[in-house]
Nanobody, 115 residues
Framework: QVQLVESGGGLAQPGGSLRLSCRASGFTFSNAPMSWYRQAPGKQRELVALISKTGGSTTYADSVKGRFTISRDNAKNTVYLQMNSLKPEDTAVYYC????????WGQGTQVTVSS
């Protein structure tokens, strides 16, 4: 059974940082690309960042380039999203996506950026 469990969300001030983690189980993590999505209230879910199975290739949404970094530790079955220089518009529920057919989702973790 595939499980993706996010953690690390919370409240941050504008300009602050948060680090999200997504721990995976139930599949061969090192064979799977992984990604982070987010969904703000009233908006569609959008891709934030994608990382290849080896970590050698990454893709970012234009809105987070230069501020967010996706990484993975295949020994720990975990993918991370380091978020720096946070803005109020980064407020959303952040979801991890992956799995053997890249169709499984975590439960989401709330990120709120506010002063």
């Amino acid at each position: 059974q595939v499980q993706l469990v996010e953690s690390g969300g919370g409240l941050a001030q504008p300009g602050g940082s948060l680090r999200l983690s997504c721990r995976a189980s139930g599949f061969t993590f090192s064979n799977a690309p992984m990604s982070w999505y987010r969904q703000a209230p009233g908006k569609q879910r959008e891709l934030v960042a994608l990382i290849s199975k080896t970590g050698g290739s990454t893709t970012y949404a234009d809105s987070v380039k230069g501020r967010f970094t996706i990484s993975r530790d295949n020994a720990k079955n975990t993918v991370y999203l380091q978020m720096n220089s946070l803005k109020p518009e980064d407020t959303a529920v952040y979801y991890c996506r992956g799995g053997p057919e890249y169709r499984d989702w975590g439960q989401g973790t709330q990120v709120t950026v506010s002063s």
